[in-house]
């Protein structure tokens, strides 16, 4: 047993831990010690929990046995899941936190004088109105990145789902949920919390429906943001620094991480989440002029041999390379072109893949040292001096139209500038449209030579061709 | 007159928000998947509050109502625990220099 003044201490240290775990992020090098001050905050949360309590009858031994559970089916999860299965990981993740807040939520209103909040039916209007916000966010947090998971899965297509009304059935659920909590405070009663929350999976879930696949990366960061205004609700009513510290920072760090993915591509916060984008064809009429035009493709002994004599190469991944699972081919065939002393780097878009620093996790798990991966604008100017751009499995972010054409949806999106490469090598499948449903000049240009196959396979024959 | 505890505790969260702001510009673009999985992993402190619903309940019943949604949000996070801090050492392993690799 130890004091509640001595516990909130030790609820400090453990929330400046976590900001320091944050802070380890800020380069490579320290982001491993960054990871063991987390671990250890969190380990002293817990103690300190058990030892506020001092409850160590029979059910400290089921919570032990519980935690043992949950722990092993999540390092087993850790151990075994593909990187490239990372963002609907991560989505996964989300939603057990978010579900995690909605049953403290539920337990502290079933419960109040464990935590003194007061009695059942008579419960202090401050802590009925944050578990009832905590509750909320937590519900949409967990049902939206349900929504998320199935998507980046492929459980459910990718495809935007969009009805009339939407955003005006949103908007009122929306109201809908701050009048019923007002109506809580007054009435105390425990149908409209249950209501409140099944109000809240449902607006989770039809937020994100609406929200297509390469928005995912906004999506993703979005949830995350939420996951930390839940905790930090929670928070509040449980009077706890660790969880309030935890809530914010993870709250602001989502939300940072939203902002830069939607200025990535240049598109508003507002127009991700209200969804839609890709779906309507009002482009099809210039695409299909756009069909006419000659494009010039090749093969593996091509490309290859189009590499071996160039000084520079500059690789330009995207999400195609995720769903090919081509990062240790690539790899391979980037230390053949090394041994032909050609200089070559990464250039990553941040919007490539389907989670914030997607590609820089296949890079780095294929073996490529992080030096030589670059962010657009440390390496956008390279090009220009460059012989050949690798475009593999990305798309929209290389299309030049963006800089162009002002009619276009991704106008003023920044872009690689791959183009001003003497040569651009485009592996694709096909000539289809990428996520922005819009063609892609590039492939039109004389300097660009198409690669059509699966980016995997394509690599391979490229490294057998560099022998 | 006395000020509201709670107005302390929101400035702490205030104050952390705007921590959090700082720190989070300064996470370097190639490890945002790492920061994703790392906040979520600290957002499963919440498990704080889980265990205070299993454990703090004055009542002789191990399975009160209350309590048995504290075991169950401590399995989620403990899940995410574990899970989420592991699979960031996994990442985390994974990045290195140039030099390193010979």
Known sequence: MISSNLSAIFYLVSGILFILALRGLSSPDTSRQGNYFGIAGMIIAILVTFLSIGNFSSSFLYVLLLLFLGGSIGAFIAFKIPMTAMPELVAGFHSLVGLAAVFVAIAAFLNPEVFNLGIVGNIKLASLIEMSIGAAVGAITFSGSIIAFLKLRGLMSGAPITFLGQHYLNLILGIGIFVLIFYLCKTQSENIFWTVITISFLIGVLLIIPIGGADMPVVISMLNSYSGWAAAGIGFTLENTALIITGALVGSSGAILSYIMCKAMNRSFFSVILGGFGADNSQSDIKSKKDQKPVKSGNAEDAAFLMKNASSV???????????????????????????????????????????????????????????????????????????????????????????????????????????CKSVLFVKRSLSPGYAGIDNELFYRDNTLMLFADAKKMTEDIVKNLD | MEIDPFIFRFSIFILSIFVGYYVVWSVTPSLHTPLMSVTNAISSVIIVGAIIAALASTSENDFSSSSIFGYLAIILAAVNIFGGFLVTQRMLQMYKKKKDKK
């Open chain 1, 314 to 420: 500059i690789i330009v991944p995207g999400y195609g390379m995720a769903v090919a699972q081509a990062q240790h081919a690539l790899r391979e065939m980037v230390d053949k072109l090394k041994k032909n002393d050609i200089k070559v780097t990464y250039a990553i878009h941040p919007v490539a893949g389907r989670m914030p620093g997607h590609m820089n996790v296949l890079l780095a798990e294929a073996n490529v040292p992080y030096d030589e991966v670059f962010e657009l604008e440390d390496i956008n100017n390279d090009f220009a001096n460059s012989d050949v751009a690798f475009v593999i499995g990305a798309n929209d972010v290389t299309n030049p139209v963006a800089k162009t054409d002002p009619k276009s949806p991704i106008f003023g999106m920044p872009v690689l500038d791959v183009e001003k």
